[in-house]
């Protein structure tokens, strides 16, 4: 598990995270079919990113502090979305957005408390380094 997380995740939370993360990565891995071109989104990236699924949850955990029923409902967001519409089918260049789209959503439906769309777009930046 990601360093990141040790301190400040419980055990149940760093296995949650870890199988998510797990599952995400068998879904992606199976693609589209051979010699269909997917289907581009506002979701799709022109490249994925360079941070691991497993260490992009953690990041959201980590500074989102969300329930760990969020992490679970953003899961079923995302396949359901892909059994309604194959274009949304997770791959390695939009994974990472469809998480964090599931995870936003589940917070401000599940949560008492959470952030606005723009702190978790920060959280969520390559390139921005957030401090505890």
Do not use: W
């Not at 891995?29 to 269909?36: F, K, L, R």
């Not at 979701?43 to 980590?62: D, N, Q, T």
């Not at 899961?75 to 359901?80: I, N, P, S």
């Not at 979305?81 to 998480?99: C, G, I, M, W, Y």
């Amino acid at each position: 598990m990601n360093a990141g997380c040790r301190s400040t995740c419980s055990t149940q939370l760093k296995m949650l995270l870890l199988t998510l993360a797990h599952m995400c990565v068998v879904y992606t891995s199976q693609g589209h079919e051979a010699g269909a071109a997917p289907q581009l989104t506002v979701f799709h990236g022109l490249r994925a990113p360079p941070i691991s699924v497993e260490a992009y949850l953690v990041r959201i955990a980590k500074y989102a502090k969300c329930s760990p029923a969020c992490f679970v409902h953003s899961l079923m967001h995302m396949l359901k979305l892909a059994q309604q519409d194959a274009s949304f089918a997770p791959t390695r260049l939009n994974v990472h957005r469809l998480l964090l789209t599931g995870v936003l959503i589940s917070a401000k439906f599940l949560d008492d408390r959470y952030f606005n769309n723009a702190f978790y777009a920060k959280v969520c930046s390559s390139g921005l380094k957030m401090t505890s």
